[in-house]
């Protein structure tokens, strides 16, 4: 198979990212599909590679959605499910923290997810700018999976989100935060293999353009997660 992603950015700034993973037959049509995505750039790049292993899913982790009257409310809900997915109380504030203040050292957004050591709540990346990459996932049936969710209410961007969730928890991530870097997009998750991928509204206020992603690991594991995540190829069923 081959993994194809596309990556735009204006003046410098990320504004578009994604992937897939098809065969060589699919490779003209994902082309034009990637290229058509971006809204305004001023720069694209394509990487095509050739994937000599991809490992299959059986099933996305099951979807459930809460929405609240408040980010302070949902705040506290989305810490409740990181305690019952198995996250110390002190560290899963601290993670809700982290990407509230946003979690660049320098300010602002990182490129990538924070590893939060699960026990103590020490980071673990190496770059604390940049962050570890979930890539190299794809749909078996991407169109199924859209239809699935958009005649749940859920959007075109939980497709996506749910299947870097779902390799995340794959790879040895015990539990994710997510909220988006998009200032109208106020809905996040947080997802374990014990409670699924739990949609929260409204993990931040409009117009705040902060966000990220925590990955809680265990610090005994990171080589191998982060060898998972960025490296193997998985394809999920549904
Ligand atoms: N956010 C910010 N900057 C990003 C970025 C992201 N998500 N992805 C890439 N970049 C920029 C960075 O500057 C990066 O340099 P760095 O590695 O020092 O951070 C540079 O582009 C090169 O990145 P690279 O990792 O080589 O890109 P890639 O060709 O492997 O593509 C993407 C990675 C764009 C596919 C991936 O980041 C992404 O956005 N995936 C989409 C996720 C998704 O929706 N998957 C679901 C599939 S069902
Ligand atoms: P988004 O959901 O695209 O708004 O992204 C929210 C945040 O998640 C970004 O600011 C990054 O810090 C992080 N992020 C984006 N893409 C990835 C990825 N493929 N793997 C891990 N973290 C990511």
Known sequence: MLSVRMRASLSGRHVSGAERLVGEEELTGTLCELL?????HDFLKITVERVEEVHTLGKPLPVSSYEFGSVEEARKFARTMLVKSGVPEEVARLGIELLSSGA???G?????????????GDRLEPDQRRGIRTVRVDWKDRSAVRRELLSRGFTERTLDALAI???NINCGVVAELCWSDDPDYVTGYVASGKLGYIRITPLKEEGDPLGGRIYFIRREKVR???ECLEGKAFLIGC
């Open 224 to 226: 191998e997660v982060v």
């Open 36 to 40: 058509r995505r971006p809204g305004k």
């Open 165 to 167: 969730a779902t390799k």
């Open 108 to 120: 602002g957004n990182m490129r990538g997810a924070v590893l939060l050591d699960t026990e103590r």
């Open 104 to 106: 660049n050292p320098e």
